[in-house]
């Protein structure tokens, strides 16, 4: 088995394609082809469920993954300690929380350190493994603090808020105005996110002797499509509040604090217990860390100037 046929399953894996896998490695879609049929005869085993144009990791794959992601990072950093050179391993991030925090972050620090590789993975509704044997993150943000190999760096309060179409018709002709939990629980609450995410919001409820009335949705996209053609309010953190709001112009989305409760959590910034190694990854480190820092407090001026 060949250190090339790990790199170029993982390839294969994480785009679901021969035909995009052999563009973004530079060879041959047969020559690739080959490659991932000899590694399964080399295993014994099939590792891909080839459907309709498409192959897709079957069970056996996915447990080969884990241990090819955990394999090939750490020889990466292995690399990187004997070499001192950052650029020969990535850099990455894995988000929990319902906003792409990382996303604007990612393209900063790839200006500002071009020999260093940065990715940026989000939580996904429907994804089977677990993101930290899937990913193997050197930087996880998420609303808990104890992830096995991971420590705590610092910690931040991420609040929450409802928005709804200005011409949404609350079950309380008031509750445009001056919104409380209780009128919250008698509106269908469009929902996407982690199971983080889902359990905050039922124990908001339930320490109130409520019960929310979620709709469980896809993706951002269907939970947008609900709240402005006013099927559905949103529960979400501010930061969100704030893209809809940049993105787009005139927006008739309007977002209110209850006035009964304050909607927050602590959400940690956690890091590998082995990273950094070397002073290119700490001074990314640090520069992941001030973006973060600066972008919390813009959250704050902008709950200033909305709310």
């Known amino acids: 088995m060949e250190l090339n046929q790990l790199r170029y399953f993982q390839t294969v894996a994480r785009t679901e394609s021969i035909?995009?896998?052999?563009?973004?490695?530079?060879?041959t879609q047969s020559a690739l082809s080959r490659v991932i049929l000899r590694l399964?005869?080399?295993?014994?085993?099939?590792?891909?469920n080839r459907q309709s144009g498409r192959i897709v990791l079957n069970d056996k794959g996915k447990l080969f993954l884990n241990h090819v992601n955990i394999a090939l990072k750490e020889l990466d950093e292995g690399v990187s300690e004997v070499s001192g050179n950052g650029g020969s391993r990535t850099f990455s991030m894995y988000n929990y929380l319902a906003t792409n925090i990382f996303e604007l972050i990612t393209?900063?620090?790839?200006a500002n350190f071009?020999?260093?590789e940065f990715e940026n993975h989000n939580y996904e509704v429907r994804?089977?493994?677990?993101?930290?044997?899937?990913?193997?993150p050197d930087v996880i943000v998420a609303p808990i603090n104890e992830i096995k190999s991971y420590s705590v760096y610092k910690q931040y309060t991420e609040r929450w808020c409802v928005i709804f179409n200005e011409k949404y018709k609350f079950a309380d002709s008031e509750s445009g105005d001056d919104l409380v939990l209780a009128q919250l629980a008698n509106e269908p609450i469009a929902f996407f996110g982690s199971n983080y995410d889902r359990a905050f919001i039922d124990e908001l409820f339930e320490s109130h002797g409520l019960t929310p009335k979620i709709h469980p949705v896809e993706n951002t996209a269907e939970s947008g499509n609900m709240i402005n053609r006013c099927k559905a309010i949103g529960l979400v953190p501010v930061d969100n509040y704030r893209?809809?709001?940049?993105?787009?112009?005139?927006?008739?989305?309007r977002a209110k604090f209850p006035e009964d409760v304050s909607i927050e959590r602590t959400v940690y910034l956690m890091k590998?217990?082995?990273?950094?190694?070397n002073d290119e990854e700490r001074s990314a480190f640090?520069?992941?860390?001030?973006?973060?820092?600066?972008?919390?407090?813009q959250i704050g001026k902008f709950i200033e100037e909305r709310f």
């Open 286 to 297: 640090e520069f992941v860390v001030k973006c973060l820092d600066d972008d919390h407090e």
């Open 19 to 27: 035909t995009r896998a052999a563009a973004e490695l530079y060879i």
């Open 40 to 48: 399964e005869n080399e295993l014994g085993t099939p590792l891909f």
């Open 243 to 253: 893209h809809i709001v940049d993105s787009i112009a005139q927006m008739p989305i």
């Open 107 to 110: 393209s900063r620090c790839q």
């Open 127 to 136: 994804e089977d493994d677990d993101p930290i044997r899937k990913f193997a």
């Open 272 to 277: 590998k217990n082995r990273f950094p190694t």
């Open 114 to 116: 071009p020999s260093l």
